[in-house]
């Protein structure tokens, strides 16, 4: 699986971006999506997952009510749609896959996309 992540740039607190990721190959509908993301010297956290067939999803504490994972099967695409944005949320945010059900531990993903920036400026 091939990943392609998109939609990162510079927003205002309170805004809303949407991040989009496109997988390439078979079996789209097998693998479970997940988000994470990277700010400048942390180290790379989960953000939300959905599962194979978008019965289940999960979030982290900080992002809950806020952000809200999907995936269109027929685009082979997950989305990530923030909205009410804080500058805490600036970090490079990467797309992620692992086969079926949703794990927060990064190490249990497979394959990987490259990171789109997210910048939210007070």
């Known amino acids: 699986v091939q990943l392609q992540a998109c939609g990162g740039g510079l927003v205002q607190a309170g805004g809303s971006l949407r991040l989009s990721c496109a997988a390439s190959g078979r079996q789209f509908n097998t693998y479970a999506m997940g988000w994470f993301r990277q700010a400048p010297g942390k180290e790379r956290e989960f953000v939300a997952a959905v599962n194979y067939n978008g019965g289940t999803t999960s979030y982290a504490d900080s992002v809950k009510g806020r952000f809200t994972i999907s995936r269109d099967s027929a685009k082979n695409t997950v989305y990530l749609q923030m909205n009410s944005l804080k500058p805490e949320d600036t970090a490079v945010y990467y797309c992620?896959?692992?086969?079926?059900?949703?794990?927060?531990?990064?190490?249990?993903?497979?394959?990987w996309g490259q990171g789109t920036q997210v910048t939210v400026s007070s």
């Open positions: 992620a896959a692992r086969p079926y059900i949703i794990m927060v531990v990064i190490s249990r993903w497979d394959y």
